[in-house]
């Protein structure tokens, strides 16, 4: 039977060992999951209050109702992670709008919410309204058991551009990374991921202390390297991937976050000044992402981020190192944002894509 990837916990399991609910109004049993073994001769179970096919399916391990979608085409989940007050939340917002229409018209791609009208309402209440309508900065995501944002990325039948697949944010609380204890609680969905979005804020690297003195705006106080190694030993204690010597397989994208904040500090001539080449056609520039991963690879090891560096390059066998900023420009005293001018915000959710042959790439 075809295996599903649960949109919330990211698990992977097979059609049969989904629990099943009876979605008939008024039934004592209805939407409570019951496991039920199915088979390629039993397709479908009846409720055992009301005898009614149960046409509503859970993920097994977290209770998510799956909806229909999820089981038509590939899930790919990805994760985004990072210290409290590295922009996490500030970037998914930003991204989601980039990928609707900046992707959109350069790939000949939409993107569609699943799930109903949840994944629209938070998505409008807790991202798009406070930055785009308000005009200010996201506040921090809560310590709980949030939801994520499930879409489905459908390229044109016309075009071969991409393949249409289902895509899956988890933005979990900052605060979350502060504990292995609190990881493993809230993230067990990073070690199931397809691909993970490592966001760094500048302002973490010793180099760079200085340079930040007296510039506002909220910084992350948690330690980059810290974070990664409790990320690291999650996927491996998670996945089973508990050989040191053997790299995780996950591909990873290392993000200097804000990189409008150390524009300045950037030669004339730097790539990352310029606009990206990933949307100027719809295939994954190679010479474009050589350029950037080699020149940001340099500046976080001139800027005291060599050990992170390392922990990376000896820890995951798939990793790319990328720069951008979501906002474009910092906000003021009281979390005021005036106008907002992404930079390469979708560089390195389309790395991600193209290396889970989502999208293709060329030579530039």
């Known amino acids: 039977m075809k295996s599903i990837i649960c949109p919330k916990c990211f698990s992977k399991h097979e059609s049969a060992k989904s629990a099943l609910g009876c ?20 397709q479908q179970a009846n409720c055992a209050s009301c005898g009614s096919v149960m046409k509503l399916r859970y ?27 590295c922009g996490k939340s500030n970037y998914l917002s930003v991204l989601i709008d980039q990928i609707r229409h900046s992707m959109g018209k350069a790939y ?3 993107l569609y919410p699943l799930g109903g009208d949840e994944t629209i309402d938070q998505y409008e209440r807790k991202y798009y309204k406070p930055l785009f309508v308000e005009g200010r900065c996201i506040d921090s995501t809560d310590q709980e058991d949030i939801l994520p944002l499930v879409y489905s990325l459908v390229f044109s039948d016309t075009t ?16 979350n ?39 506002s705006g909220r910084s992350c106080k948690e330690d980059a390297s810290i974070v990664l190694s409790r990320t690291i030993r999650l996927i491996r204690e998670g996945s089973g991937q508990k050989n040191i010597k053997k790299k995780i397989s996950t591909p990873i994208a290392v993000c200097l976050t804000k990189a409008d904040t150390f524009r300045p500090l950037l030669d004339a001539g730097s790539f990352l000044r310029y606009p990206s080449r990933h949307l100027k056609s719809p295939a ?5 992402y ?22 990376v390059t000896s820890q995951f066998s798939n990793c790319g190192f990328f720069s951008f900023a979501a906002l474009g420009n910092a906000p003021d005293s009281r979390n005021q944002i005036s106008h907002i001018s992404p930079h390469r915000v979708c560089d390195p959710f389309l790395w991600i894509m193209r290396q889970n042959k989502a999208i293709k790439s060329n030579a530039g």
């Not at 071969?160 to 605060?175: Q, S, V």
């Not at 990374?177 to 990073?190: H, K, T, V, W």
């Not at 994954?284 to 474009?288: A, E, G, L, R, V």
């Open 284 to 288: 994954f520039d190679m010479m474009d």
């Open 108 to 110: 000949d791609c939409s």
């Open 23 to 42: 979605a008939k109004p008024g039934c004592p049993r209805e939407r409570i999951p019951t496991t039920v073994e199915l088979s390629d001769s039993k």
């Open 290 to 311: 050589n350029c950037c991963n080699l020149e940001t690879r340099s500046l976080l090891e001139a800027w005291g981020g060599g050990d992170l560096i390392q922990q």
């Open 59 to 85: 993920c097994p391990d977290c209770g998510y109702l799956i909806q229909s979608e999820d089981e038509n085409v590939d899930v790919l989940p990805i994760s985004i992670i990072g210290g409290e007050g």
């Open 160 to 175: 071969r551009h991409g393949k249409t697949c289902n895509l899956t944010f988890y933005d979990a609380c900052g605060a």
């Open 177 to 215: 990374f502060q504990s292995e204890r609190l990881m493993a609680n809230y993230n067990r969905s990073i070690y199931n991921s397809c691909g993970v979005l490592f966001l760094i804020d500048p302002a973490q690297l010793p180099g760079l202390r200085e340079h930040y003195r007296g510039i």
